[in-house]
């Protein structure tokens, strides 16, 4: 079992930039392939980023390609999402999630385990 907390959203003027951060719990964070996803209000779930088990390869949205980037601390148990040059479009709720199998997933339905989620507001 892996329990995944969130956080770092916030409000931000457009242009700007955040970094989320996802703690996990559990022995097994190392093996796990990373997400992060996000859903903002009458929208989908929507694939942003992941990252393998190892941090040797990522993955990007078209949408935030150059702007953000996925990393991970496997001491830390922490994976991280710096987000620069925010649109008002990035405005969502940004999820974390694990995905057992440990290599990189663009479909919701590949990840096991999911965080509760932090809010990002980007204004104009």
């Known amino acids: 079992q892996v329990q995944l907390v969130e956080s770092g959203g916030g409000l931000v003027q457009a242009g700007g930039s955040l970094r989320l951060s996802c703690a996990a719990s559990?022995?097994?964070?190392?093996?796990?392939?990373m997400g992060w996803f996000r859903q903002a209000p009458g929208k989908e779930r929507e694939f942003v980023a992941a990252?393998?088990?190892?941090?040797?390869?990522?993955y990007y949205a078209d949408s935030v390609k150059g702007r953000f980037t996925i990393s991970r601390d496997n001491a830390k148990n922490t994976v991280y999402l710096q987000m620069n040059s925010l649109k008002p479009e990035d405005t969502a709720v940004y999820y974390c999630?694990?995905?057992?199998?440990?290599?990189?997933?663009?479909?919701?339905?590949?990840?096991?385990?999911w965080g509760q989620g932090t809010q990002v507001t980007v204004s104009s």
């Open positions: 559990g022995r097994t964070f190392s093996s796990y392939a």
């Open positions: 990252i393998s088990w190892s941090g040797g390869n990522t």
């Open positions: 999630a694990a995905d057992q199998g440990g290599t990189i997933a663009t479909m919701t339905y590949f990840y096991d385990y």
